[in-house]
């Protein structure tokens, strides 16, 4: 089976005597949505291509576990700690069962705000991974519900924006436009200028953190292949321009292609035009 040649996580594994890395770990981000209340879910992903192409044409399932009423807080519903050490619990041993059962799943992404944490596997033998899933639940005391998607339907909300494109997936057309958060790195002038040119084309400002050099602007843009990288032909030259970095949470290859020592990849490289340009430009 195709999933077989994937380990069920990408996590990096080592020699625990001699520490010695015997595989790396697999590239990931931590990606922000925003749910239509304004409120916020973090997203992170496993970003490994050849997995996601196998992925696209096989079941997606997300579990959802129920948490206690003492796990989350009551300010947010977000988990508190004791509630995250259980429900990592639950994966670990989930992950654990699946390599002993030889059963052809991965872990493809995690979901945590919104009263909890949901998981998210590709499999080819739905009917042993959900009882594998219902024996580990059950050894941790979850209540488990587990739903059945396309990696399509779900891609905005746990792929990368650039990844979508790359996959070709054909996501649903009020799906393909959505606020997205863009993070920038550079010295406190800079992000200053940054800040100003982004605003002019749109963009809202949410945040700058003066020790981390970080600053997070959003706008509604398209996500699909090619409107997403009409964004980036946009923003990463003018960050570029003023010295500072796009930090490249959105794309496949990351933050380390737009560093300042570096050329810019051509594709990021260009003005943009067309529709794209009317429709997402200065306003």
Same mark, same amino acid.
């Given at each position: 089976?195709?999933?077989?040649? @994937?380990?069920?996580?990408?996590?990096?594994?080592?020699?625990?005597?001699?520490?010695?890395?015997?595989?790396?770990?697999?590239?990931?981000?931590?990606?922000? *949505?925003?749910?239509?209340?304004?409120?916020?879910? @973090?997203?992170?992903? !496993?970003?490994?291509?050849? $997995?996601? *192409?196998?992925?696209?044409?096989?079941?997606?399932? !997300? &579990?959802?576990?129920?948490?206690?009423?003492?796990?989350?807080?009551?300010?947010?519903? $977000?988990?508190?700690?004791?509630?995250?050490?259980?429900?990592?619990?639950?994966?670990?041993? %989930?992950?654990?069962?699946?390599?002993?059962?030889?059963?052809?799943?991965?872990?493809? #992404?995690?979901?945590?705000?919104?009263?909890?944490?949901? /998981?998210? =596997?590709?499999?080819?033998?739905?009917?042993?991974?959900?009882?594998?899933?219902?024996?580990?639940?059950?050894?941790?005391? =979850?209540?488990?519900?587990?739903? *059945?998607?396309?990696?399509?339907?779900?891609?905005? $909300?746990? $792929?990368?924006?650039? #990844?979508?494109?790359?996959?070709?997936?054909?996501?649903?057309?009020?799906?393909?436009?959505?606020?997205?958060? =863009?993070? /920038?790195?550079?010295?406190?002038?800079?992000?200053?200028?940054?800040?100003?040119?982004?605003?002019?084309?749109?963009?809202? @400002? &949410?945040?700058?953190?003066?020790?981390? !050099?970080?600053?997070?602007?959003?706008?509604?843009?398209?996500?699909?292949?090619?409107?997403?990288?009409?964004? %980036?032909?946009?923003?990463?030259? %003018?960050? !570029?321009?003023?010295?500072?970095?796009?930090?490249?949470?959105?794309?496949?290859?990351?933050?380390?292609? @737009?560093?300042?020592?570096?050329? %810019?990849?051509? *594709?990021?490289?260009?003005?943009?035009?067309?529709?794209?340009?009317?429709?997402?430009?200065?306003?």
């Amino acid at each position: 089976m195709t999933l077989l040649q @994937f380990p069920v996580t990408g996590e990096q594994v080592s020699n625990d005597e001699t520490e010695e890395v015997i595989r790396e770990a697999e590239p990931h981000r931590a990606l922000v *949505r925003y749910r239509p209340d304004g409120g916020e879910l @973090f997203i992170h992903t !496993r970003v490994n291509m050849v $997995l996601l *192409r196998a992925a696209a044409s096989l079941p997606i399932l !997300r &579990l959802k576990l129920t948490p206690r009423a003492d796990e989350l807080t009551a300010r947010d519903t $977000l988990l508190t700690p004791k509630g995250s050490q259980r429900s990592y619990a639950f994966l670990e041993k %989930l992950c654990q069962d699946l390599a002993a059962a030889n059963c052809p799943a991965c872990y493809i #992404a995690e979901q945590h705000g919104a009263g909890g944490r949901d /998981f998210y =596997f590709t499999t080819e033998d739905i009917a042993g991974f959900e009882q594998i899933a219902g024996k580990a639940a059950e050894a941790l005391a =979850f209540p488990l519900t587990l739903e *059945r998607h396309s990696l399509a339907a779900l891609a905005p $909300l746990i $792929l990368p924006a650039e #990844a979508i494109g790359n996959l070709r997936l054909e996501i649903a057309a009020d799906a393909r436009i959505r606020p997205t958060r =863009f993070e /920038f790195w550079g010295a406190e002038p800079s992000l200053a200028k940054l800040r100003a040119e982004l605003e002019k084309r749109g963009y809202r @400002f &949410l945040s700058l953190e003066i020790v981390s !050099r970080e600053l997070r602007m959003a706008k509604d843009v398209p996500i699909d292949g090619e409107g997403f990288g009409s964004v %980036l032909k946009e923003i990463v030259p %003018l960050a !570029r321009s003023l010295q500072c970095s796009y930090r490249g949470t959105e794309t496949v290859e990351g933050h380390e292609q @737009f560093l300042l020592t570096r050329p %810019l990849p051509e *594709r990021y490289s260009g003005a943009r035009s067309g529709i794209f340009s009317r429709l997402f430009g200065r306003g």
